[in-house]
């Protein structure tokens, strides 16, 4: 792709085979001995005002497209198409000072709030210093383009003066939403915002990401390493494994019907909610294995309850499934074995009326 090109479709961002190789250098001259294959082949499509969860173990790759999303990392190979009022732009083409109006349009929520947070700071300059970095307003405007965001998520102007070590981690993390939000992002990439808050903080902080995006009509990228997680907040999910898409689908099909066995497994994982919860489980066990090395044909071979000889040779495609467009999947058995859903379609309607 070449960095500017004609708009194809409706994506405001459009990943086409991106690869991200970490070389591995070793000895007195340094040479590249071996790469970690952290990305390796990954394609996929985000639209206007969606939110699109990216979900899978450490050491997955997730957190790494997010990173390419913004550049922090540059793409071995592969395209990241970003639409612009020009047309689409190559992110992964872009040179440092072509990127700096993109980095206006997407934005980035990081994991914890206590690291991402210069504990110098007050909560005001926090927030304050993208829109000083991009040359934003008057010293007044920017103070009070700060005061209306810290109204918006939550927080009540008065917070203006205080630094971090003065907040809880659900206050700390919306300052990190307001400093997101300050230069009025198009695209947000969201890498666990809640993985390191108490499980009731991480509802409110969904419910200001949720709230925030129909006021402003973002778009998100959430990241997360548990399906619970993103269930509440996205409309589709992408499964990753090894640095591979393994399934995609919306995100009702991915609990009532999921289709590839990595899949099953994370759901798995969740306790389970509804009444009655009672289920077997497969528990999947061993760890992720390395992306220096990884296992031949279908990387989830080793850890696979369903596999058979041709997952041990053949590297399956990701596709569409023939009865469900929306829905892709890498798995030779897709349409033999009939995995475990996390709800039944009752179960959800049971769980929906509870909740109303
Ligand atoms: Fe399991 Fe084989 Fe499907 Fe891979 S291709 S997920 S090993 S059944």
């Known amino acids: 792709m070449s960095p500017v090109r004609a708009a194809t479709n409706d994506a405001l961002l459009e990943i086409e085979d ?10 007195l001259l340094k040479k590249t001995v071996a790469h ?62 072509a990127l700096q109006p993109i980095r206006r349009d ?17 909560v005001g300059d926090i927030i304050a210093e993208p829109l000083e970095i991009h040359a934003i307003g008057t010293r007044d405007e920017r103070r009070s383009r700060v005061e209306d ?24 993390q919306r300052v990190g939403v307001a400093r997101a939000l300050s230069i009025e992002p198009r695209l947000v990439i969201c890498d666990e915002p809640v993985s390191a808050l108490d499980v009731s903080v991480q509802a409110q902080v969904l ?46 099909r991915i609990f009532e019907r ?20 009672h289920r077997k489980r497969f528990v999947l066990t061993g760890d992720i294995p390395s992306p220096v090395n990884p296992p031949s044909g279908c990387v989830f071979h080793t850890r696979c309850q369903y596999v058979k000889d041709i997952c041990r040779t053949e590297t399956p495609a990701l596709r569409p499934l023939p009865d469900d467009p929306e829905t892709s999947v890498a798995c030779h058995l897709a349409e033999e ?14 769980l929906e009326s509870d909740r109303a």
């Open 18 to 27: 991106l690869r991200l190789h970490f070389p591995i250098k070793a000895g």
């Open 36 to 97: 970690v294959k952290a990305v390796d082949g990954v394609s996929f499509s985000v639209y206007p005002g969606e939110t699109v969860g990216l979900v899978g173990e450490s050491g997955s790759g997730k957190t790494t497209i997010g990173r390419c999303i913004v550049r922090l990392y540059k793409p071995t190979t592969g395209s990241i198409g970003f639409r612009t009022a020009q047309g689409v732009v190559d992110i992964a083409q872009l040179d440092k000072r």
């Open 106 to 122: 997407i934005q980035m929520l990081f994991q914890d709030p206590n690291s991402s947070l210069n504990a110098r700071m007050r």
């Open 149 to 172: 965001l810290l109204e918006q998520v939550g927080l009540g102007a008065e917070m203006y003066n205080r630094f971090p070590h003065q907040l809880s981690g659900g206050q700390r």
């Open 207 to 252: 419910n200001l990401l949720s709230d925030l995006q129909g006021e402003l009509g973002l778009t998100y990228v959430f990241i997360a390493h548990d399906l619970s997680v993103v269930e509440y907040i996205s409309d589709r999910v992408m499964v990753m494994y090894l640095g591979k898409l393994m399934e995609t689908a919306p995100t009702k």
């Open 258 to 277: 999921p289709t590839h066995p990595y899949t099953e497994a994370l759901l798995n994982s969740i306790p389970k909610r509804v009444r009655g919860g």
């Open 337 to 350: 074995v009939a995995l475990e859903p996390y709800y039944t379609a009752e179960e959800r309607r049971d």
